[in-house]
T-cell receptor
């Protein structure tokens, strides 16, 4: 079962902040975040593990609420290079299911 | 460079045909995942293999099959192709069976069915 992401799309000016949300109807073991540029492979950003351990990117942060089965990705002081589609991936049945993605566009 | 190699990068074929996509995981990775991404859509999970054995199956059609060989490379076979099978097919690998570590994605194989 795929996680649900919101919003579907965001347009920002350079320097603005954004939050992308990811929720699941099932209990989660972990949440992954990836960014994909158009036509390229997804690139790993962050993983959040049940129990609170967090690994990833020092310029992007995320939270994981295990009780609510939700995760949020925080992009602060956005840069042009942040543009792309962000996917959350959730591990439920020992496999990785991705949300439909959030398209982020950062304008100068 | 993620270390995951997919071939071919591009493939154009006709409806009704059969194709094979190949994936070589990163050195040391035992798990291989296959995903389908249709135009501007999300990543649809197809199937996962771990150390030669099928571990999880997602929305994979009966016309599609996959396997992982003893040298850990994997192949995705697509048969009786339809126009709707046109997509970017990604392979990803990880060290272990559970997904507690990063997935490394290949560059993808773009399949066009005419």
């Amino acid at each position: 079962q795929q996680p649900v992401q919101s919003p579907q799309a965001v347009i920002l000016r350079e320097g603005e902040d954004a939050v992308i949300n990811c929720s699941s109807s099932k209990a989660l073991y972990s949440v992954h975040w990836y960014r994909q540029k158009h036509g390229e492979a997804p690139i790993f950003l962050m993983i959040l593990l049940k129990g609170g351990e967090q690994k990833g990117h020092d310029k992007i942060s995320a939270s994981f609420n295990e009780k609510k089965q939700q995760s949020s990705l925080y992009l602060t002081a956005s840069q042009l290079s942040y543009s792309g589609t962000y996917f959350c991936g959730t591990e439920i049945y020992d496999d990785m299911r991705f949300g439909a993605g959030t398209r982020l566009t950062v304008k100068p | 460079d993620s270390g995951v190699t997919q071939t071919p990068k591009h493939l154009i074929t006709a409806t009704g045909q059969r194709v094979t996509l190949r994936c070589s995981p990163r050195s040391g990775d035992l798990s291989v995942y296959w995903y389908q991404q249709s135009l501007d859509q999300g990543l649809q999970f197809l199937i996962q293999y771990y150390n030669g054995e099928e571990r999880a199956k997602g929305n994979i059609l009966e016309r599609f099959s996959a396997q992982q060989f003893p040298d850990l490379h994997s192949e995705l076979n697509l048969s009786s192709l339809e126009l709707g099978d046109s997509a970017l097919y990604f392979c990803a690998s990880s060290v272990d069976a559970g997904v507690t570590g990063e997935l490394f994605f290949g560059e993808g194989s773009r399949l066009t069915v005419l």
